[in-house]
């Protein structure tokens, strides 16, 4: 009980105000040490020095608990995804859980979803990265390595319009477009067999007119190019190695005629300078390799291929 010093009532101690005539009350603190009474809030004892308040702690931030998310296997393919708001969310949720190898790690808005597969199973797992198309939040890894998203799934957009072709089997070789042709079985492959397109990699021979082709740099030109392609199950890697295997090693445009000299205004390494005469103008060309003429070599490969590669002449 506190004191009021005014008119000497008994007042509650957790009163601030004397209830009798309203005069401002300061609490008494008692030391729990020495006894001695303290007519105001102190922190420590006129006496003895005891502490008489507790410090106040601040208030702790909430203990931030972080999803622990198990390490992909070593081998195969695996897409993590969490939580989000994109508007396909819950469509890829439901298209992951189709998946036999799919795995839920947390709850509620702190989760994280995942699914393996093999490469050669990838096409089970198209209709999940369909939805997940524009996603910032997604994660794939090969082997345990994370990577970047479109080295692994470059052929999703390509394959979905290979679906909606009038030919799809004739697709990937260019049936669509004609300067796309090619018989490596890839649109990707960007070595196509167009008339005027370039096939510069090789050298000049002995013999007048004879060009020697560089067939290793022709494949590593094919595996660069279609790195990004690698799991599309259309591709066929060992197709393409095929027609390395029977690519000629050499022709000569003076004696075979589906092949044909390709010239350019701008000189190349190794490049042959010729003077034409046009219309009165003495000009300087170069010719920097060979190109198909025509359909005849296509058909020589188509025959030593056993017709793996579609005939669209017919």
């Known amino acids: 009980m506190n004191i009021c010093p005014k008119c000497d009532k008994q007042v509650a101690c957790e009163f601030n105000f004397c209830p009798e005539c309203g005069e401002g009350l300061k609490k008494q603190i008692t030391c729990h040490q020495c006894g001695h009474i303290h007519n105001e809030i102190a922190n420590y004892c006129y006496s003895c020095g005891n502490q008489l308040t507790q410090k106040r702690n601040k208030k702790s931030k909430p203990t931030v608990v972080e999803l622990v998310i198990p390490t992909p296997k070593s081998e195969g393919i695996t897409i993590d995804f969490p939580n989000n708001t994109a508007q396909s969310y819950e469509m890829a949720v439901l298209e992951a859980k189709k998946l036999p190898s799919y795995e839920f790690f947390g709850n509620d808005k702190k989760c994280n979803h995942r699914v393996h597969f093999m490469p050669n199973e990838i096409i089970t797992a198209l209709e999940l990265v369909n939805q997940m198309k524009g996603w910032r939040k997604r994660v794939v890894y090969v082997n345990g390595e994370r990577v970047e998203w479109d080295t692994v799934f470059g052929f999703a957009w390509c394959i979905s319009r290979k679906s909606s072709c009038y030919k799809p089997e004739y697709y ?90 390709c010239e350019s205004y701008a000189s190349q390494d190794g490049a042959i300078s010729v003077i034409s005469d046009n219309y009165g103008i003495r000009v300087e060309k170069y010719i920097i390799g060979v190109v198909p003429k025509g359909n005849g070599f296509i058909k020589e490969i188509q025959t030593k291929l056993q017709n793996t590669i579609p005939d669209f002449s017919k």
């Not at 070595?191 to 022709?218: A, N, Q, S």
């Not at 393409?240 to 589906?258: A, G, L, Q, R, W």
């Open 172 to 261: 990937c070789y260019g049936y669509e477009n004609e300067w796309d042709f090619n018989i490596w079985g890839c649109l990707h492959a960007n070595l196509p067999f167009k008339l005027r397109d370039t096939y510069k990699y090789g050298r000049w021979g002995e013999k007048k007119g004879e060009w020697i082709f560089d067939l290793d740099r022709i494949m590593h030109e094919l595996e660069k190019n279609l790195f990004h392609f690698r799991f599309c199950p259309s591709l066929n890697i060992q197709h393409i190695k095929n027609i390395i295997t029977h690519f000629p090693k050499s022709v000569n445009p003076y004696e075979n005629p589906d092949w044909d000299f």
